[in-house]
């Protein structure tokens, strides 16, 4: 059991950066795999990147180069670093964890197989 809360959105420029993080609790944080998926208007939820308790990192080709991914197990915080934002960056962004372990690695990019999911963080970014 793991709950998730997302920080650090707010409205910027083009070309500007933010970092958002999303505070897990419970005992047990190492042992998830997280995420983060973003949500525009009439779209639906996509895969940004995700990051396994080992290190392991798969990005979404849209922000490959420019967001980074990473945890801190310790401390019980994931965070995304987003720098370069373009407006089509402009999304909810929302951190996921889960403890599923029956999926193959290629479909931990996809949003099913994610149990456990925070309110979101709005992000804008204008032109």
């Known amino acids: 059991q793991v709950q998730l809360v997302e920080s650090g959105g707010g409205l910027v420029q083009a070309g500007d950066s933010l970092r958002l993080s999303c505070a897990a609790s419970g005992r047990t944080f190492s042992t998830y795999i997280m995420a983060w998926f973003r949500q525009a208007p009439g779209k639906e939820r996509e895969f940004v990147a995700t990051?396994?308790?080992?290190?392991?990192?798969v990005y979404s080709d849209s922000v490959k180069g420019r967001f980074t991914i990473s945890r801190d197990n310790a401390e019980n915080t994931l965070w995304l670093q987003m720098n370069s934002l373009k407006p089509e960056d402009t999304a909810v962004y929302y951190c996921?964890?889960?403890?599923?372990?029956?999926?193959?690695?290629?479909?931990?990019?996809?949003?099913?197989?994610?149990?456990?999911w925070g309110q979101g963080t709005q992000v804008t970014v204008s032109s």
């Open positions: 996921a964890a889960t403890d599923l372990r029956y999926y193959s690695g290629s479909r931990y990019v996809t949003q099913r197989v994610y149990n456990y």
């Open positions: 990051i396994r308790s080992g290190g392991q990192i």
